[in-house]
C-alpha cells in the first residue's frame, strides 16, 4: 500500500546550523508533497509544499527538494532559530486525486541556544 | 472563517463509557479527515468523507470506532465503549474541492485530548 518513511525521527542542532528531514514515498503517482510543523500541544500546520512537476522550492529559510526518479523529497531549513523547534510531518498526496495525504512519521526538531 | 473547530477540546471519561468527538469543517471545503495521534503510532488517518461520503475508513481502528457526516458543517467521531488505549488526541481536518489541477491543504482544527481512565 502507499507508505511515507520519513528520516531522522529526531534531530538535533545549535542555532544557525542548518537541518535537513528526509522523506521517501511509495506511490509514484504521488503529485503533491506537503511539510506541516506542529508545535507542542499545538494543530500540525502547513509550512511549505511541493508539485511533481517541480523540483525545488524556497520560502525564505525554508526549502523542499523532490526527485521522483528516487522518489524521495526533503526539507531544508537554514539558520535555525530556537523556534524552528517542534515536529516535522512530511506527506505525500495519493494517487487517484482522492484528497487523502500519507504522513510521515515525524522528525522531532530541537534547536539548541 | 473561524478554522475547523472541534468540541470537547478535552475529555475525560471511564473505561467502557461512550465518548462522542465532534466537528466544524471550513465553509465550503468538501473533505473531511481524522487523524488521532499517539507517541507510538504517530498520525493516523482513520476516516475520511468528500461530500458527506465515507470514502476510505480503512484507518478505523475495529468496530468499536463509528463516523458520520450528516451534512457539510458537521462530522461525529464516536467511540463506543472507550478503552485506555484509545486515549490519544484527536484531530479533524477539512480541505478545499479536489480536481486534477487542485492541490489540497489540509486545515487541521486544534484536537481533543481524550483520556479514558
Known amino acids: 500500500g502507499e507508505n511515507v518513511e520519513q528520516h531522522p525521527s529526531t534531530l538535533s542542532v545549535q542555532e544557525g546550523d542548518s537541518a535537513v528531514i528526509k522523506c521517501t514515498y511509495s506511490?509514484?503517482?504521488?503529485?503533491?508533497f506537503p511539510w506541516y510543523k506542529q508545535e507542542l500541544g499545538k494543530r500540525p500546520q502547513l509550512i511549505i509544499d511541493?508539485?511533481?512537476?517541480?523540483g525545488e522550492k524556497k520560502d525564505q529559510r525554508i526549502a523542499v527538494t523532490l526527485n521522483k526518479t528516487a522518489k524521495h523529497f526533503s526539507l531544508h531549513i537554514t539558520e535555525t532559530q530556537p523556534e524552528d523547534s517542534a515536529v516535522y510531518f512530511c506527506a505525500a498526496r495519493g494517487s487517484g486525486n482522492t484528497g487523502k495525504l500519507i504522513f510521515g512519521q515525524g522528525t522531532t526538531l530541537q534547536v539548541k541556544p | 472563517d473561524a478554522g475547523v473547530i472541534q468540541s470537547p477540546r478535552h475529555e475525560v471519561t471511564e473505561m467502557g463509557q461512550e465518548v462522542t468527538l465532534r466537528c466544524k469543517p471550513i465553509?465550503?471545503?468538501?473533505?473531511l479527515f481524522w487523524y488521532r495521534q499517539t507517541m507510538m503510532r504517530g498520525l493516523e488517518l482513520l476516516i475520511y468523507f468528500n461530500n458527506n461520503v465515507p470514502i476510505d475508513d480503512s484507518g478505523m481502528p475495529e468496530d468499536r470506532f463509528s463516523a458520520k457526516m450528516p451534512n457539510a458543517s458537521f462530522s461525529t467521531l464516536k467511540i463506543q465503549p472507550s478503552e485506555p488505549r484509545d486515549s490519544a488526541v484527536y484531530f479533524c481536518a477539512s480541505s478545499p474541492p479536489g480536481g486534477r489541477s487542485s492541490y489540497n491543504e489540509q486545515f487541521f482544527g486544534p484536537g481533543t485530548r481524550l483520556t479514558v481512565l
Open positions: 465553509s465550503g471545503h468538501d473533505y
Open positions: 511541493i508539485r511533481s512537476n517541480v
Open positions: 506511490d509514484s503517482a504521488s503529485n503533491y
